[in-house]
């Protein structure tokens, strides 16, 4: 079946700064691939959903990255805020609907 | 919009007994209810899913015996955890889709369950 690896596990940096999370995975049929975020003692906040067909989203601070040759997803934060201080989690499909696979987190600290 | 209410939020039960928790869908016809653990410092971990008039998929390490599913209609569905102990806390997630959809999985905000 589908493995997710995620790294790093645990990531500080400054303020200002930018962060990268990464997921490699290993079903060459996913398809669908989302970032979530989960704030201390809360549920996930999808942050993006990606499809397989587009490589580049931006979001509102942050760019995912898609390459689908190496199997891989970048999160990329811009100039981080103390507010982006959580669990990030990356997930991966290959029907976009049902079973998903998460990878293990990535805990960020933003330092001031 | 829709939406996927689920509770409750937070509970606590004595080691050996049972809890059970429940997710309704809003605005949409739930046809999949995937069912994730989420252990003290772990990852999500699917425990099953469940599709309207199919038969409830559990994936290894968890079993019918201990996380009996109920997914009666489009709109809702439960899972207890019968004969919780220590190794049973964590949060549990619940995401339903609209089969046959480009949508993601809307997720509840997850019941916490923490054992004595």
């Known amino acids: 079946g589908e493995q997710v690896e995620q790294r790093p596990p645990h990531l500080s940096v400054r303020e200002g700064d930018s962060a990268v999370i990464t997921c490699t995975y290993t079903d060459p049929n996913s398809y669908y691939f989302f970032w979530y975020k989960q704030e201390p003692g809360a549920s996930l906040q999808l942050l993006m959903k990606v499809f397989s067909s587009t490589e580049i989203n931006e979001g509102q601070g942050f760019t995912v990255l898609l390459n689908k040759k190496d199997k891989r997803l970048s999160l990329n934060l811009t100039a981080a805020h103390p507010g982006d201080s959580a669990a990030y989690f990356c997930a991966v499909s290959a029907n976009g609907n049902e079973k998903i696979t998460f990878g293990a987190g990535t805990k960020l600290t933003i330092k001031p | 919009g829709a939406l996927v209410y689920q509770y409750p939020r937070r509970t606590i039960c004595k080691s050996g007994t049972s809890m059970r928790m429940e997710c309704q869908a809003v605005?949409?016809?739930?046809?999949?209810v995937a069912w994730y653990r989420q252990s003290p410092q772990k990852t999500f971990e699917l425990i099953a899913l469940s599709t309207v008039n199919s038969a409830i998929k559990y994936e290894q390490n968890f079993t019918q015996e201990k996380f009996p599913i109920s997914h009666p209609n489009l709109s809702f569905s439960s899972m207890t955890v019968l004969n919780a102990y220590l190794e049973d806390r964590g949060l549990y997630l619940c995401g339903a889709s609209q089969q046959f959809s480009n949508e993601r999985l809307f997720f509840g905000h997850g019941t916490k369950l923490s054992v004595l």
């Open positions: 605005g949409f016809q739930a046809t999949s």
